[in-house]
């Protein structure tokens, strides 16, 4: 995919500019953008989509690519907001070098490696499947029958990587592969086919990266914290998982700018939440240090907000779901929004449940045989982002901050 540095101006700010100390102050000097209606809301996500997932790609953590959509989204949020920052940790970065390489007998197959996994030897490994599961496979020595990698095979669709701890003692490789290929490795299971795989990786030590952190101070400090991780995989887009939902957060911060709500509103675009939740975890533990950890009343993690119009709506809080489930009856919404106790901090806002506060995650569903096939793949574009579903997220979030943003 072709990438270039986005370099056009706003506010009389260029992204040149936004690289200095100076960044937020020179674009907060414009005016506050104009997004009224839905036909603006769509148009402004499609710029943003084409900014962040056309222009530069993949946008995996401390990458350059990540470093100019951290850029870009903190310019968006400066131009509402008075204060927005980033907020940069370091951490060892993990890189694939080169092709990775998977077949079965002579049939290549194409694979992902998980995102975090070590190295196989140089020479790759060789072995037979071994089935250890229902649809869980791995390479085995062909005469010790010793484990020599792990398989991960995608429900949704083609090949995917997850995310795998590199500082996992004596961890094995794993090679995602889809589920199209399924046929293909049962009979290569059975017939004891020869199996080939090679992926090289290193581990960089001390890498930067950032998250991006606005605020809007109210009139009191108890505050409404929402994250969205702005991170992709390593070879995704990620227009759906998870740019889209970000693009939700910034319209929400454009909104509530001019609803001046009582409530402290804090919205973070965090970096890593796909490479163990660096940003999440660096910016807790910034606000255990200063003392404000305590303020934040409810979180809200926003994660895929566009794979349909039905939320799926997480948490442990049924009068906090109640209002999500009003909101949809009084705007007359018209989509199914599902709801779970399963979970309530989970992934990028696991890191603040020490705030003590009550927290919701949100996904969403409805066109699965559209979205869910791109999951993590690097179809998942611009084009594949429902914009509909931008919209119905972004009434029914904005009517929360609303409803709870009162002190």
């Known amino acids: 995919m072709k990438r270039r540095l986005f370099i056009g101006v706003l506010g009389g700010a260029s992204l040149a500019a936004l690289s200095s100390g100076a960044a937020s102050d020179a674009v907060a000097a414009g005016a506050p953008p104009r997004i009224d209606t839905p036909e603006e809301r769509a148009e402004y996500t499609k710029r943003l989509l084409k900014e962040l997932c056309t222009d530069l790609g993949p946008r995996p953590t401390g990458t350059p690519a990540s470093r100019k959509g951290a850029l870009i989204i903190k310019r968006e949020l400066a131009r509402s ?16 070098v080169g092709k990775p390489e998977f077949f079965l007998g002579s049939q290549p197959m194409e694979t992902w490696p998980f995102y975090g996994t070590p190295s196989t030897p140089p020479e790759g490994i060789r072995g037979v499947l071994k089935k250890t599961g229902e649809s869980r496979y791995v390479i085995a020595d062909a005469s010790s029958a010793a484990t020599r990698a792990n398989l991960s095979i995608s429900s949704y ?8 701890n590199p500082e996992t003692p004596n961890g094995l490789p794993t090679f995602g592969l889809g589920k199209q290929d ?13 199996v080939f795989a090679r992926v090289i990786t290193r581990l960089r030590p001390n890498v930067s990266s950032s998250s991006v952190v606005g605020r809007l101070p109210g009139k009191v400090t108890d505050e409404i914290f929402i994250v969205a991780h702005s991170d992709t ?8 998982d998870n740019t889209a939902s970000v693009i939700v957060m910034i319209l929400l911060a454009h909104a509530a700018a001019a609803m001046k709500p009582d409530l402290t509103l804090t919205f973070m675009a965090a970096d890593a939440e796909e490479y163990g939740f660096y940003g999440a975890k660096h910016y807790a533990a910034r606000r255990e240090a200063d003392g404000t950890m305590k303020s934040i009343r409810i979180t809200l993690n926003f994660d895929s907000l566009t794979y349909g119009p039905n939320l799926q709506v997480h948490g442990k809080d049924e009068a906090l779901k109640q209002v999500i489930c009003d909101i949809h009856r009084d705007l007359a919404i018209g989509t199914e929004p599902q709801y779970f106790d399963d979970y309530d901090y989970v992934m990028d806002s ?18 699965d045989e559209k979205t869910l096939p791109v999951y993590h793949r690097p179809d998942d574009v611009p084009m594949s982002v429902p914009l509909d ?6 009434l029914v979030l904005l009517e929360f901050i609303r409803r709870m943003g009162k002190a």
């Not at 008075?82 to 694939?96: G, H, K, N, Q, V």
């Not at 669709?157 to 795998?164: E, K, L, N, T």
């Not at 995989?233 to 759906?240: F, H, K, T």
């Open 350 to 367: 696991e890191p603040f449940r020490t705030s003590g506060g009550k927290a919701l995650y949100f996904n969403s569903r409805g066109y």
């Open 233 to 240: 995989e390593y070879q995704s887009p990620g227009a759906n």
């Open 389 to 394: 579903c931008v919209e119905t997220s972004f």
């Open 157 to 164: 669709g083609r090949a995917i990587p997850s995310y795998q």
């Open 81 to 96: 907001l008075p204060i927005a920052e980033l907020d940069t940790f370091t951490f060892t970065r993990w890189e694939l």
């Open 182 to 194: 399924i046929l293909l490795i049962e009979k290569a299971e059975r017939s004891k086919a020869p």
